[in-house]
């Protein structure tokens, strides 16, 4: 298995504070993704990273934000949780661009409860 | 309409079955197609990439009809193991190159 693990899997929180989740990988591969899964719904993007510094938003990125100090962590924030952003929060990472037939490796997740 | 769509089942069928699951895409312009398979609670993993000229794995047939814009996923003599939801993806470049998921399509193989 790829070497990715989220911190922390599980987390319960109230309206309004901040929550922030850690995506670390052992890999040391370029691209870091976020998405969330919700019933009903296919994975959706967040944010994703291409490389150091390099982020840019996906199709759901309002409420959230990311950095990428080092090639191994990928952080997302929630600067004020609300109830909608409760869901299971997945990380993954891909070698090179997901476009050509290149696997994405998902974390465990973290399952997230905003109260 | 969404960009993948896919039956959410669930099918349940006995082992030994032959299952078929098809999902459809809605960007002519994608260019790499997926199956992955989840588990109840756990991470998506690829089971296969699926090609123009279709591929086979072990009990497992991928097909791909660009001109209708389907993907197939073929699971023959179906496991307890295979009960999972298997998930479709599809790439394309859409300001930047992304992985469209499917809602997925729930199969349970009962004894």
């Known amino acids: 298995d790829a070497g990715i693990t989220q911190s922390p899997r599980h987390k319960v929180t109230e309206t309004g504070t901040p929550v922030t989740l850690r995506c670390h990988q052992t890999e040391n591969h370029r691209y870091m993704y976020w998405y969330r899964q919700d019933p009903g719904h296919g994975l959706r993007l967040i944010h994703y990273s291409y490389g150091v510094k390099d982020t840019d938003k996906g199709e759901v990125s309002d409420g959230y934000s990311v950095s990428r100090s080092k090639t191994e962590d990928f952080l997302l924030t929630l600067e004020s949780a609300t109830s909608s952003q409760t869901s299971v929060y997945f990380c993954a990472i891909s070698e090179t661009d997901p476009e050509y037939y290149n696997e994405q490796f998902f974390g465990p997740g973290t399952r997230l409860t905003v109260l | 309409r969404k960009e993948v769509e896919q039956d959410p089942g669930p099918f349940n069928v006995p082992e030994g079955a032959t299952v078929a699951f098809n999902c459809t895409y809605s960007n002519s312009a994608s260019q790499s197609f997926f199956w992955y398979r989840q588990d109840c609670r756990k991470e998506p993993k690829l089971l296969m990439s699926v090609y123009s000229s279709g591929n086979e794995d072990g009990r497992f047939t991928a097909q791909l009809n660009r001109a209708s814009q389907y993907i197939s996923l073929l699971i023959r003599d179906s496991k307890l193991s295979d009960s999972a939801t298997y998930l479709c993806?599809?790439?394309?470049?859409?300001?930047?190159?992304?992985?469209?998921f499917g809602a997925g399509t729930r199969l349970a193989v009962h004894p």
């Open positions: 993806v599809v790439t394309f470049s859409g300001g930047y190159n992304k992985l469209i």
